[in-house]
């Protein structure tokens, strides 16, 4: 027995100690991961470098970043300017042609005025999608291009000679469409038309001068207001924001091509909207025959802004929405703005094969303008809807056509 209570213990405390020695193993290793992991402030600084060196590569070289301000500065310096300068300068030869008209109305003056009215219609649809700055403050797109036009206002003004062209209800009674009126639809043929203006008294003539005035004096505004300041902070606004630069003027650009295009042009004539088609509601209606080359001429200018392309030279191009539409979808194959440009291809073929006057193509086959208006709705989604989502831009309008 006392033997054995001599074992005990010997054994206890050699376990005592062998336990001892494997804690303080396990404690060494704890501490040696410990300092793995945790790296001395030199190793942080290190870390931290390389870190902020990877970040400098990965937006310069690796995945630069976008530059928004280039874009807006093509958009200006080669689009919305040269489109106003070209508008301006055609309204320009129109007064001279107007004026000779109206002081010597003969067949002949009165063709240069039909075709140099003609010329400034062209070279407005370069310049309606752009309702930003003062054009927008001052109602610039409703006065020069709103249809149809109000030719009983516009009779009572010529009647009574007391009208003021920048009170918003002469908006209806001025600009392109009301020429339209004032060149085609005051007499059943040429021959009255113009004797109509060879009366003095009947004061044809001074309207027609006062309107075309009107709307040079209008353009010179919105094109000076961007030579001011106007210029530098669109183009320094690039911050993705409801109010920068960016956002609104794409977000006009689908305005109008989903209103001011797509609507306007065929969607409302067409009876869209209605229980009846309305063949009056055409753009230049009483001029017959020029609703369908004014929807493609307004074809090339949306896709020449969606494209960057230079407005005075088609073969030039810079950053437009296709590139950031791309930039933003790097990852992807199937891109979108590719599926745009093949849209705008197949809505200029629908267009094309339309009568030249669109009022008498609702009266004749008005399926064909429902057609036309689909295809066209087509890239309203695709723009409005699939664009702004990859773009991260929120409609910024009202709109009750359940797009």
Not at 157 to 185: K, R
């Amino acid at each position: 027995m006392k033997k054995y209570s001599l074992i005990t213990p010997i054994l206890t405390i050699f376990l005592a100690i062998q336990c001892s020695s494997e804690m303080e193993e396990d404690i060494q290793q704890v501490d040696n991961t410990t300092t793995i992991n945790t790296p001395t402030n030199s190793d942080s600084d290190n870390s931290s470098s390389d870190n902020n060196s990877s970040s400098d590569n990965s937006q310069t070289d690796d995945t630069p970043s976008y530059n928004h301000k280039n874009m807006l500065i093509n958009w200006v310096d080669n689009i919305i300017l040269p489109s106003l300068d070209n508008f301006n300068s055609s309204l320009t030869v129109l007064k001279e042609s107007t004026e000779t008209f109206v002081n010597a109305p003969t067949s002949e003056t009165f063709s240069k005025v039909k075709e140099d009215w003609l010329a400034s219609f062209l070279k407005w649809q370069y310049v309606e999608m752009f309702d930003i700055g003062l054009a927008e403050e001052i109602y610039y797109k409703n006065r020069v291009n709103l249809y149809p036009a109000n030719v009983n206002k516009i009779e009572s003004n010529i009647s009574n000679q007391n009208y003021d062209l920048d009170e918003s209800v002469n908006f209806s009674s001025q600009g392109l469409n009301s020429i339209d009126y004032l060149l085609f639809g005051i007499g059943e043929n040429e021959e009255e038309i113009i004797l109509k203006y060879s009366n003095e008294n009947l004061k044809y003539g001074k309207y027609l001068i006062d309107v075309v005035e009107k709307m040079i004096s209008l353009t010179t505004d919105v094109r000076s207001s961007w030579n001011t300041e106007f210029r530098e902070s669109f183009i320094n606004s690039t911050d993705n924001t409801a109010t920068s630069s960016i956002n609104k003027l794409v977000n006009d650009f689908i305005f109008y091509f989903e209103k001011g295009y797509r609507a306007n042009k065929i969607g409302i004539p067409a009876g869209v909207f209605s229980d009846n088609p309305l063949p009056d509601r055409v753009e230049a209606y009483y001029g017959k025959n020029y609703s369908k080359i004014l929807a493609l001429e307004a074809t090339d200018a949306i896709d020449d802004f969606f494209n960057g392309r230079s407005i005075n030279d088609a073969e030039i191009s810079d950053l437009s929405i296709r590139d950031y539409l791309d930039y933003m979808e790097a990852e992807k194959e199937d891109k979108l703005s590719e599926k745009i440009n093949e849209q705008l291809i197949k809505i200029k073929d629908k267009l094309s094969e339309l009568n030249t006057n669109f009022s008498q193509q609702i009266t004749d086959e008005n399926l064909q303008m429902l057609i036309t208006y689909d295809v066209i709705q087509a890239n309203v989604v695709f723009l409005k809807v699939d664009m702004l989502q990859s773009l991260n831009i929120s409609v910024d309008y009202a709109d009750a056509d359940g797009d």
